[in-house]
């Protein structure tokens, strides 16, 4: 039977901080599917490994996907990571998990961090429950909607945006009155996370470009 590992990356910017049961595992794999070849490659010396590379990300189509699919049915045993964290927790690619499974491989997990609970833990705001919303979308009228229900959420919620993007967002949640959490650079030497008003942050971190995480304190009851 074909087995596929679904290996937890660290969030830090150094890979050693990978656990050595990760590496061994990765070691082993005669397959090795990552999100972006640079990352990949890296994650391929690491762990001395001569396995074949291929790649799956938010650009990927299905039939890409099938191809891969197929590599993975022949290889014995695969592994599949994204280039920080845990697949398929916004990363991609969930639907190449439901393939593999559909297809009757054996799906094995190598849990490690999410920078969704890290982001949690460092902020001081209350999760007891929590939404994940993920990524807001492009689109102004969408993206205006989508920060409408944070303010009116009574939960917690815990949203991600790409890097670049950071004084955008934040332009885009000045009118929500509350007090939230920015972490950037998680697992990272330059880590650091702010808490204040959207528009006190704003004038502090306007023009960053870095990975980031936000987290929005529900409406007390």
Partial sequence: MAVLYVAGISISDNLKDIPEKTIKTINQCSLII?????????MQNLCKSNAEIELLNE?????????????????????????????????????????????GIKIVSIP????????????????KTFYFAGFPPRK???????????EKSRETVVFMERPYALSVTLNDMLFIKRKISISINLGSHDEA?????PNILLEKLDGIKAPFIVVVGGISK
């Avoid at 961090?113 to 982001?119: D, E, H, N, V």
């Avoid at 102004?140 to 944070?150: A, D, H, Q, V, W």
């Avoid at 996370?193 to 008003?197: F, P, R, V």
């Fill in 34 to 42: 990552g999100e972006e070849r640079k990352i990949t490659s890296k």
């Fill in 59 to 103: 650009h990927s189509l299905d039939e890409e996907r099938k191809k891969i699919l197929e590599k993975v049915e022949k290889a014995g045993i695969s592994v599949f990571f994204s280039d920080a964290g845990t697949p398929c927790i916004s990363d991609p690619d969930y639907k190449f998990i439901a393939m593999c499974r559909d297809k």
């Fill in 112 to 127: 490690g961090p999410s920078s969704i609970t890290t982001a949690i833990s460092v902020s001081g705001i209350n999760a």
């Fill in 140 to 150: 102004t009228s969408e993206r205006r909607k989508f920060f409408e229900r944070i």
């Fill in 193 to 197: 996370t702010y808490y204040d008003y």
